[in-house]
């Protein structure tokens, strides 16, 4: 914050609700607005001056008027970005789990029931050389797969917003859902969750996962049919992982934490104390190429024809 | 093994305990030997057309007389290099979860003592950018390494078997054990063991790791003194994880087993069937190109430097 | 083309000059439109439905009512990108001809004076390791750091466009222009010119190149002080090659014809027939994504803070 | 040499024609014999303590007994790989100058003769993405696949000294002679010349070169039928560089010099000074570890199998 006072004047409202009658009294002269409030079009006319709204989460929220923003050269920024590098790691420490079985490994040498050598590797695999499908390609999967280069494995991506040359480019395949589900061992879910697409990894869709595959939920929960996603893996179909929950918290007594077959993660991928710092640096550094007149690089800007789609709501 | 009949005539002994008589009446028109065989000089002198003996294991034992083979041009080779991906996968893998901490908290959540979001990740940290160390520099450190390339990290390397110019060349820091120890978020130990080098890894020197490092003990418990390691660890000073232990099995009521920052893995970090088919490829095309008159270039060559200091035993 | 109308109905008005009577007539179903026809408000007023412009140039010129594309929700996009890999390959070949000679070399033997062995090296440097300076770092300077990878330089960056932390992440160092110019081996030029850069590289920049150093532009003449540059190489200070011409052509007598220490490309490195069909492939993807309601995301889009300094002519 | 100093006694006996009998009373106590002098066995038998032949060199000769040497634990060692880098980056530069011809451009403009912007780029083709072939895999071609590695290639490889898994880890394709003369858009000759092998590229071998390839011969000239390669690249067939010749100088009026579909250097791809420098090191690095009791690593061992089959002559 003090790095933000060096390059403008700030005001700071607080951490907690916003106090609208005191934010309307600072419209006027104000650059940029930092935050979630809400901002429909009769507050934005209140900020001729504005030139970029700062939403520190990963998605876009329907607080804003987008349309207005957009017809008076308004950037509307995000971070998505930022939790994407924390997200990655994760998915890959995860996905090296489920592949070697470590963590349960683990819980057997505590309740002294280990078995040493060859006998306990008996289902491992390296995920050198594995078939890995991504269901998404936005930041998550961008850096997912620049962690993944080293291990020369054979990536089918499925994107519906992206034409396939991108992902030919990245020297992955262009596939359809249903390839990349039935022909993974590893399937990372990266994918935001909008009106249209909520629940799209249905049954149906989850049947097409083969046996012994790894099925790893890194970014929403609402993309998936979840019951179908604990029965199956409680079945012993296959193995999973998972950063997020129909719920958060779960309720108590839910079957999911009798799963050995998922490995449970209470939404902890992104929000690391370097994510935050890095949201910090991104916020400071495109405000200053603002304020110098030039265009923002750091954030993800509002696209009108997308924005409209998110059904995201706020993760805290 | 249909493979090896393709290419020469195979005699298979059986993989029990080795009958010396049959043995020694094949000798005569022997190439090469495959096992684990005692070799005494007295042996291979009735093997006067032998090129190569196969050791697959990731060491060599005392259990040839290297003196004589190197005097006559047989190769004595080990499958070190077999492991090594396995290992490295595992390493990273075990190291992510030091890092993020999703074994702990998948235990939790079957506690049902789960955390969501930030408040459980204070502690979370990125590999990407951190100081990493390594101890020991061969096949294992050169695997991790190709794994470590996309996450940027400054490495500083101890080995004192290879010059300086040959870690600079990696983009690496030659360092000197203290340096690796006192200034790693990340210390992974892949040294080797040999009749000088045991325990180098004492009190003294563990006293160095900084506060809330991550240590990996990835190849032989001897080079550790393991209950430095274990008292270290539990008094929270930093976290590990070990692939290898003193006593394999360890004693059933051992503290060990209830060290909550110590990830315990009963030496399951190479032996993985995809190893274990690699060793057959690498003997297969090692054997293949002796046939045919050329050098071995798989397998890792016995260099009489260094092969008598080993001390390791076999791990099986 | 075929495969353009595939996704739409195509107008083709061919190559040769806009015929404006028949390109009104048509605006009014007019969804996109490709080429660089004057379009000013009172035109694009013709053209209710219009969603994106896609200039199939490198650059933004003034032939565009920008404002009213902005405060529209229309799309004005160049193809950049297209010719980034090819100016990179060609920046890569030209920088290793610099710095070991064989152009020159080549030219020696074909006149019978040519030496064999390290007494024609003696100038000879590795790009691996060497200090690498870029002016600019938008698509080609991107493009040029993928082609570098491998050579592990030291690579300072001087954009005032971008963040510093943009350069870091990408594991270079931000630098002054100061820094690039005196510090580096080998300067690649790929700057833009904007109404406001036009001649930054003057003699007095210039003089802080070191000797010995390699030289090279690869963007815009417009951006240095050419008879400078030319006069500097000429008099051997350092080495240069240039791809862009304050004349093009250069008029016959002159003594860049004769610089023994300027390699000579007459505007060769972009646009080469396979930066052609990536151009097509760019506009088929983008159009498709834009009549399905997603945003292009292949082509670069106009920013209304930039656009309006770009000095460039076309090229042709 | 003051290094080497540091680390040993030494005796230097000049840069001119060995004198033997100052050799031969040097022997007694010598540890390690740097230089490419005579060493039969009856030499060798003078120098009880040697352990070490350091041959400044890139390859092998017949100038001393090794079988003397492997029955006596002496290494032989040359520095084969010191030249590779500059080697490989040779390769690279005029392998991007005969895709994009910008050597003959050059020499066009200086004539008066150039063309600007497309019209003179319709046989530009990139690198990045084109079919690519090795005769040869070892330093040269090892050291060339890291530099190719972001052109992101399909690469062949033919070597009929090493099995196909070790080109399949590297992620290439192992490959007939027939299929990389034929499928290679970019052929790179990187084979050492042995008894066997002398002008395995001849005619009927060559003329499976498809048109517009690049052929490039940068090893050895015994290796390929010289007066053929002229031919078809002086008909058009193909484009081709070489930095090696029969005869070194070529005779002064030969039609290589009027070859415009070759590009000519004069045996200057390796013996750069950072090679030379790099060499000093690695003699400096192995015999380090060998006073130490070590095993070298830095340089290349002579093997049995094969030493004997090099025919190279000295470069010089």
């Given at each position: ?215 790893l939920l890194m970014s929403r929960a609402a993309v998936v049919d979840f019951d179908a996603l604990n029965a199956l893996t409680l079945s012993g179909k296959f193995s999973a992982a998972s950063d997020v929950f129909p719920q958060e918290p779960m309720p108590e007594g839910h079957s999911v934490r009798r799963n050995d077959n998922l490995l449970l993660s209470p939404h ?49």
């Amino acid at each position: 914050m003090n790095e933000l006072k060096n390059i403008t004047d700030l005001e700071y409202h607080g951490d907690g609700p916003v106090d609208y009658s005191l934010l309307d009294a600072s419209l006027e002269k104000c650059v940029a607005l930092i935050g979630q409030m809400d901002l429909p079009e009769e507050r934005l006319r209140k900020a001729p001056g504005l030139k970029a709204i700062f939403n520190v989460e990963g998605n876009f929220y329907q607080n804003i008027d987008y349309d207005y923003c957009f017809r008076n050269g308004i950037h509307v920024l995000n971070c998505g970005g930022a939790y994407s590098q924390a997200v990655a790691e994760m998915s890959l420490g995860m996905a090296l789990d489920l592949a070697r079985g470590f963590s349960r490994e683990d819980r057997r040498f505590r309740a002294g029931n280990e078995t040493y050598l060859g006998e306990g590797c008996k289902d491992s695999v390296l995920l050198s050389g594995a078939d890995v499908g991504f269901i998404g390609f936005g930041n998550l999967g961008r850096s997912m797969l620049s962690l993944l280069a080293p291990f020369h494995c054979r990536t089918r991506i499925y994107d519906p917003w992206i034409p396939d040359s991108v992902i030919d480019e990245q020297g992955c395949e262009p596939s359809t859902l249903e390839e990349v589900l039935s022909k993974s061992r590893f399937i990372f879910v990266f994918a935001g969750v909008t009106r249209e697409n909520q629940g799209f990894l249905n049954q149906e869709k989850l049947d097409l996962i083969s046996e012994n595959a790894f099925f790893l939920l890194m970014s929403r929960a609402a993309v998936v049919d979840f019951d179908a996603l604990n029965a199956l893996t409680l079945s012993g179909k296959f193995s999973a992982a998972s950063d997020v929950f129909p719920q958060e918290p779960m309720p108590e007594g839910h079957s999911v934490r009798r799963n050995d077959n998922l490995l449970l993660s209470p939404h902890r991928a992104g929000g690391i104390p370097q994510a935050f710092e890095m949201i910090g640096r991104m916020v400071l550094d495109d405000l200053s190429l603002i304020l110098r007149g030039l265009p923002p690089v750091r954030m993800q800007k509002a696209q009108w024809e997308t924005v409209k789609s998110f059904a995201s709501k706020p993760a805290g």
